[in-house]
């Protein structure tokens, strides 16, 4: 006679989806950190090694003389704090002109609101490439060329901004707003002490997308700045990219150390990062 199986030994489907699910993350994340664990590796490395066969895997000794070879070469440690200040000016202008013109498209009525909402909605759809000549023509007549406001100022209206923040204050009670007023609060009052603490989620996603955009600009700081010392990351790091000989090893220090604040800033944000994301997801 069999005898039967206890219902212990037998691993329900639920358990065994769920170990599948999460081999297949473990699999996922294990190939998202491939390139950055590469990146490390290759930055303590002479670019010669590099093409070795097989490549090194393992940590190399040159780190502290490839740091001092980008520092002499772009001026690393300046060029930072040239992405960092820019940055930083950049993400706060921004953030608060977005979360100001989202509110007042989301909570204002006024004539024509549809028409202006209708007119950011068309500038997301227009290929930044189009605007390359007119707007290099207009800093020009400012002049502006190589300065810090032209790759900041013409910016600071960031429409996919506008659109988040006004999709977040949609969801904002108007009864508490109407309270405030009864109370005696003025408009601006209203907009800092009241509606924007409870957007915080989706302004802190705001911040993280702000600012990566402007730390990864490349293209319109190319083309604006003509001064070495002014130059941002990615200008500089474009500089290590010769017609003979391209410091691989320089590229992946460089890079590792310019995808440090990012990693930063998304730690500091991570729990708004993910709630503005999914703020709207679900309704209580």
């Known amino acids: 006679m069999r005898r039967a199986v206890p219902p212990h030994a037998v691993p ?12 297949l993350l473990a699999l996922g994340a294990a190939a998202s950190l491939l390139p950055f664990l590469w990146m490390a590796v290759a930055a303590t490395h002479d670019t010669s090694e590099l093409f070795r066969s097989p490549p090194p895997f393992l940590p190399g000794g040159r780190l502290l003389h490839n740091l001092a070879g ?14 960092l200040g820019t940055g930083l000016v950049y993400t706060a202008g921004s953030s608060l002109i977005s979360a100001m013109c989202g ?4 909570k204002y009525r006024f004539r024509g609101r549809g028409l202006l909402l209708g007119a950011v909605l068309a500038t997301m759809m227009i290929p930044f490439q189009v605007l390359l000549v007119p707007l290099f023509q207009m800093m020009a007549s400012l002049g502006w060329i190589d300065s810090y406001q032209a790759i900041v100022v013409p910016f600071l209206a960031n429409s996919f901004g506008v659109l988040l923040m006004r999709q977040a204050f949609l969801d904002f009670p108007d009864e508490l707003i109407e309270s405030a007023r009864i109370d005696g609060a003025g408009d601006l009052r209203i907009f800092y002490g009241v509606v924007l603490p409870c957007v915080r989620p989706q302004l802190g996603a705001l911040v993280i997308f702000t600012f990566m955009g402007q730390w990864n600009s490349f293209i319109w700081p190319l083309l604006m700045l003509n001064t070495e010392d002014k130059y941002t990351v990615p200008v500089a790091l474009n500089t290590l990219t010769g017609l003979s000989r391209v410091d691989y090893s320089g590229l992946m220090l460089g890079s590792l150390l310019a995808t440090l604040p990012l990693i930063l800033l998304f730690a500091l944000f991570q729990r708004q990062f993910v709630a503005g994301l999914l703020g709207g997801a679900v309704k209580g």
């Open 103 to 106: 509110y007042g498209l989301a």
């Open 70 to 83: 980008l520092q002499r070469t772009v001026g690393i440690g300046r060029v930072l704090l040239n992405s």
């Open 12 to 23: 329900p489907r639920a358990t065994v989806l769920r170990a599948l699910v999460l081999l």
